[in-house]
């Protein structure tokens, strides 16, 4: 008999999907007390197939639920948790609220390349009309000058330009794709595309510009920069003016994915590359040391280790390239064993990721670009 009611529940249900057009199938997951879904981290990690099906069509209804009235997306927010009813009235109470709509943390820019991956398996046109909504946002923000802000209806830091958690970088290979036409956006019209491939190349001109000089030497970018002056900006109280040991990384990859790059774009490369070198620390390791008598029971421990692989600060001070650290109190320190426990193991401060990019990645690139390279077309 349950079995019964089940089934004839779910009839029902698709009987009025298909009538609204409006695919809320998280719901009956909910009201089943199932929490099997994939999360939104992996939303677009999925087999080309899975993006024709229905649990595709549950997590794209859900997006658009999400979609603010901006026609961005708030960010850190698990998408694809199934939705009941109560879910879905908050959500639509909320669609006014601007100052939530961001570009950090991956917001926006990737809803739209989900929506756009759900369109051409399902070819329903709210995916598409979403899509084009989210796309008119990102092309209505940017500034004059090329950036983007990480948040545009927010004061303080988030107006900054921002190249933080690769934020602008990730808006524009997305424009990027759509303005040279990928089949993925073969769906967006011409003049979005037009208007695309010219949001890219102002951004491109905007991050040649931003990147810091010193000492008539090119070297890298902070994690965000001035909206008006394009001078490198603080943002929360421990992220200070500095260059950037870990967002420049993400910068210099866009930068390197441009088809015959011409010579400004050559030198950002060349001049960066130079300054991953120089800055990059060796001799040392940071490890994770076990204390229980600490609130999250270990310690972040930079010790001394010749064998170690070279670490990057993900803060350097302009003109000494000094590793810098800061606490919640705002106060400048060189060395990490000064920041209070919380924020010293709470906070991202060494990355190795410039590793790969002066191995591998560098290389392979300007043998193909650099004048005087073997390899260089």
């Not at 739209?112 to 092309?139: C, H, I, P, S, W």
């Not at 808006?171 to 759509?178: D, N, Q, S, T, Y």
């Not at 350097?316 to 800061?326: K, Q, V």
Request: hydrophobic fraction near 40%.
């Amino acid at each position: 008999m349950n079995f019964t009611r089940t089934i004839m529940k779910k009839s029902i249900g698709y009987l009025l999907l298909f009538f609204s057009g409006i695919a809320f199938s998280g719901e009956a997951a909910a009201e089943n007390g199932s929490d099997a879904h994939i999360a939104w981290k992996d939303a677009l990690r999925q087999e080309e197939g899975w993006y024709q099906g229905e649990e595709a069509a549950c997590v794209a209804d859900n997006v658009l639920l999400y979609q603010l009235d901006t026609g961005g997306w708030p960010k850190n927010l698990d998408m694809a948790k199934p939705l009941n009813e109560k879910d879905r009235d908050a959500l639509l109470q909320k669609k006014g609220d601007k100052k939530a709509v961001t570009i950090d943390n991956g917001a926006t820019y990737t809803q739209l390349e989900f929506l756009a991956r759900v369109f051409n398996a399902a070819n329903k046109d709210r995916y598409k009309t979403a899509f084009l909504k989210g796309l008119n946002f990102l092309l209505g923000i940017q500034y004059e000058n090329g950036g983007w802000p990480q948040s545009p209806y927010q004061a303080g830091y988030p107006l900054h330009i921002t190249f933080n958690d690769n934020a602008m970088t990730g808006v524009m290979r997305l424009l990027r794709g759509i303005g040279r036409g990928d089949p993925a956006f073969a769906f967006v019209d011409e003049a979005r595309r037009r208007q695309a491939a010219a949001a890219v190349e102002k951004g491109i001109e905007c991050i040649l510009r931003c990147q810091v000089i010193v000492d008539g030497r090119r070297t890298a970018w902070c994690a965000q920069h001035d909206e008006k002056s394009l001078r490198p900006a603080p943002a929360r109280s421990y992220e200070k003016i500095s260059l950037s040991g870990s967002e420049s990384v993400g910068v210099v990859r866009f930068l390197m994915e441009i088809d015959n790059p011409p010579a400004p774009v050559i030198e950002a490369v060349q001049g960066a590359a130079a300054w991953f070198e120089q800055v990059k620390l060796t001799g040392i390791r940071q490890i994770r040391k076990e204390d229980p008598s600490l609130p999250e029971g270990y310690d972040k421990v930079i010790v001394e280790d010749p064998a170690a692989p070279p670490l990057w600060a993900r803060f350097y001070e302009i003109g000494t390239n000094r590793p810098i650290f800061c606490g919640r109190d705002g106060i400048v320190k060189y060395t990490l064993a000064e920041i209070e426990h919380e924020r010293r193991t709470g906070y991202s401060w060494y990355t190795e990721s410039p590793a790969a990019l002066l191995e591998k990645d560098y290389p392979r690139w300007a043998a193909l670009w650099i004048p005087g390279n073997p390899g260089k077309k």
